[in-house]
């Protein structure tokens, strides 16, 4: 996803934030994700699935629901 894709998402302030694997590029990841977790904090609901996202990227995940074919396999703090 891009991002000036993710910036007009952005624009429309939605109370809840769809992106479907919005990057590739671990640090354009972390960014995002830190991102994301301030807006989340500020009410919006941020749904974000990402392919083996960096430990770095995954420790900004709170809380993690991990799914595995579209079953439910975890769900908790990704501090757990």
């Known amino acids: 996803m ?3 894709s993710i910036g007009h998402k952005l624009l429309v302030n939605p109370s809840l934030l769809v992106l479907d694997e919005p990057t590739s590029d671990s640090t354009a990841a972390s960014r995002l994700v830190s991102t994301l977790s301030v807006l989340s904090r500020k ?3 941020v749904l974000l699935p990402m392919l083996r996202p960096s ?3 995954y420790r ?3 809380p ?3 799914l595995a074919e579209g079953s439910h396999l975890a769900a908790g703090v990704s501090s757990d």
Request: hydrophobic content about 40%; cysteine-free.
């Open 43 to 45: 009410g919006r609901t």
């Open 2 to 4: 891009e991002r000036v």
């Open 64 to 66: 993690v629901l991990l």
């Open 60 to 62: 900004k995940f709170d």
């Open 55 to 57: 430990s770095r990227v």
